[in-house]
């Protein structure tokens, strides 16, 4: 079974860091991009980052671009979001989630078929 | 940046049919990809590819996407279908993943 579990959540002041961790099992972790998604208090999805198998290829929302780091270690199956200068707008419960991604035909597809089930970042003063 | 643009909320009757659309500009160009969300849980994936359905969904839930809009269908729903609804694609011309704002699915 495909399990993704996400930690590291907590309460930290602005301009703080804190690193969420997502520890995946029940599929061969290294042949899968990986995203983190956002969801403020009573407000929608947000998509975060991405990172590609291999960790070679990153992507960002512009709202956390040059504060956010994605990363992953394929030897122990683990997935990072490192964030940096936090600010109140941070503040969601976090994500992760196992992707998938290819061509279809002329189109490139991209998609999350496995879902954590998340963890809490307060950003407070 | 590409914008998806979802009804705020949706009613509906038991054992009716909901539809809940995805608007964006030539949408039918892009694979679509929905997901369900109940209160105080994660999401879920209900259709990727505009119409295919995972393992373990309803047969009840189908998809579309033609022109400038997607359609999320949910036939003969049942009380148990009230959640938020997002629909997703890739903007792949700035390599973004890019969600609409949702909508909520009230079964009356």
């Known amino acids: 079974e495909v399990q993704l579990v996400e930690s590291g959540g907590g309460l930290v002041q602005p301009g703080g860091s804190l690193r969420l961790s997502c520890a995946a099992s029940?599929?061969?972790?290294?042949?899968?991009?990986m995203s983190w998604v956002r969801q403020a208090p009573g407000k929608g999805l947000e998509w975060v980052s991405a990172?590609?198998?291999?960790?070679?290829?990153?992507y960002y929302a512009d709202s956390v671009k040059g504060r956010f780091t994605i990363s992953r270690d394929n030897s122990k199956n683990t997935l990072y979001l490192q964030m940096n200068s936090l600010r109140a707008e941070d503040t969601a419960v976090y994500y992760c989630?196992?992707?998938?991604?290819?061509?279809?035909?002329?189109?490139?597809?991209?998609?999350?078929?496995?879902w954590g089930k998340g963890t809490t970042v307060t950003v407070s003063s | 940046s590409y914008v998806l643009t979802q009804p705020p909320s949706v009613s509906v009757a038991p054992g009716k049919t909901a539809r809940i659309t995805c608007g964006g500009n030539?949408?039918?160009?892009?694979?679509v990809h929905w997901y369900q969300q109940k209160p105080g849980q994660a999401p879920v994936l209900v259709i990727y590819?505009?119409?295919d359905r995972p393992s373990g969904i309803p047969e009840r839930f189908s998809g579309s996407n033609s022109g400038n809009t997607a359609t999320l269908t949910i036939s003969r729903v049942e009380a148990g279908d009230e959640a938020d609804y997002y629909c997703?694609?890739?903007?792949?011309?700035?390599?973004?993943?890019?969600f609409g704002g949702g909508t909520k699915l009230t079964v009356l």
């Open positions: 030539n949408i039918g160009s892009k694979s």
């Open positions: 997703q694609v890739w903007d792949s011309s700035s390599d973004l993943v890019v």
């Open positions: 029940g599929f061969t972790f290294s042949s899968y991009a």
């Open positions: 590819y505009d119409s």
């Open positions: 990172i590609s198998g291999s960790g070679g290829s990153t």
């Open positions: 989630a196992k992707d998938s991604s290819g061509w279809r035909g002329m189109d490139y597809y991209y998609y999350m078929d496995v």
